[in-house]
């Protein structure tokens, strides 16, 4: 009788077993169905300031820990707008970690060895536009990729070496742009480049307008300060669906013994500030992105991470995807 119990006993857990199984795997077949099956998406390839993280010769606290220890990688700013449905992917910004976000692209798109079916370059600062170096003779040479470019931006890639022979050699297509002039790039996507005040040594600045099907992005990932802009963020924010801004900084003083008024950056605090007229649904429509490596927000147990969230506003990271089709 006992041993019938516990034979019993034992068909009982297994079934149990079976069934936490089978329920496990229906969770999961319901979890997946739940995703969208999307054809359009920008992808953030990168959420980092131009010098990286960690800086070049920085052993501060914010970066001394992590020469020594395999750390998880964070690439200079980028954004990736991939159409699955037609198999093209563009990219907004050319940054030293080129190579790296070409490669999570393709993986997204689903086709290796893809090179992007166009650059669209915001300005001449060296985390924006030096990763096209990858496309010469020494990396991959490229064949006539296209680069989308602001006049002043365009005819300094024409002039000066080594970017030049990236044209001579045709590894690049250069397609010159204009502010508030729309670049259809197929039925379903457009481009609106904008103006944006910004330190202008080598060229013009621009921010990008992402559109598709009704649905937009706004990209600024480098700006002076929001009240110099001809145009009024808080409206811009209301008409995007999302918008991905310059987040450099928290807050003045960030960077000891130096003027930071040399480095002007709209602070987040100062951001925040300037956005709190906008509504819970409009709040979460903005993400922060382009952290400099001093910036606290880049590590999720700060205070000024929480700050950002709790006000109800997102930091970007590496990975996210927001859904245009």
């Known amino acids: ?14 079934l ?27 992808k ?15 052993h501060k606290s914010c970066c001394k820990d992590l020469w020594n220890t395999d750390h998880i990688r964070k690439y200079v700013s980028c954004l990736g707008l991939i159409d699955k449905s037609r198999g093209e992917y563009y990219m907004f910004d050319a940054t030293p970690d080129f190579k790296h976000q070409m490669e999570a692209a393709q993986i997204t798109l689903g086709a290796s060895r893809k090179l992007p079916d166009g650059i669209f370059l915001t300005h001449a600062h060296m985390g924006h536009y030096t990763g096209l170096m990858d496309l010469g003779r020494e990396a991959i040479g490229s064949n006539m990729v296209p680069v989308y470019a602001m006049p002043r931006m365009h005819e300094y890639l024409i002039n000066n070496g080594p970017w030049s022979q990236l044209v001579t050699l045709n590894n690049i297509d250069l397609h010159k742009i204009k502010s508030d002039s729309l670049v259809i790039i197929n039925e379903d996507i457009s481009v609106l480049p904008y103006r944006v005040p910004h330190r202008d040594e080598y060229s013009e600045t621009v921010g990008y307008s992402i559109r598709c099907n009704g649905r937009s992005v706004l990209f600024i990932p480098d700006i002076d300060k929001w009240e110099k ?13 999302a918008s991905y801004l310059d987040g450099s900084f928290y ?24 956005f709190d007229t906008l509504n819970e649904e409009q709040k979460a429509r903005v993400h922060f992105i382009h952290f ?29 995807q927001f859904v245009l089709k």
Not at 44 to 58: H, K, M, R, T, W
Not at 252 to 274: Q, V, Y
Not at 293 to 317: C, F, L, M, R
């Open 1 to 14: 009788m006992l041993k019938l119990l516990k034979n019993g006993l034992a068909f009982i857990v297994i």
């Open 16 to 42: 149990l077993f079976l069934n936490s199984c089978s329920s496990s795997e229906h969770q999961e077949n319901i979890k997946s169905a739940e995703i969208p099956s999307s054809e359009i998406i920008i």
């Open 44 to 58: 953030v390839l990168g959420v980092i300031q131009d010098a990286g993280y960690p800086q070049a010769n920085c």
């Open 229 to 241: 802009w001809d145009r009024d963020i808080i409206e811009e924010i209301k008409n995007h669906d």
């Open 251 to 274: 807050a003045n003083g960030e960077i000891p013994n130096r003027d930071m008024s040399e480095i002007p950056h709209p602070f987040l605090k100062e951001s925040m500030a300037l």
């Open 292 to 320: 400099n490596h001093t910036n606290p927000v880049i590590k999720a147990s700060s205070e000024a991470y929480k700050d950002i969230i709790q006000s109800g506003y997102n930091i970007s990271a590496e990975g996210d």
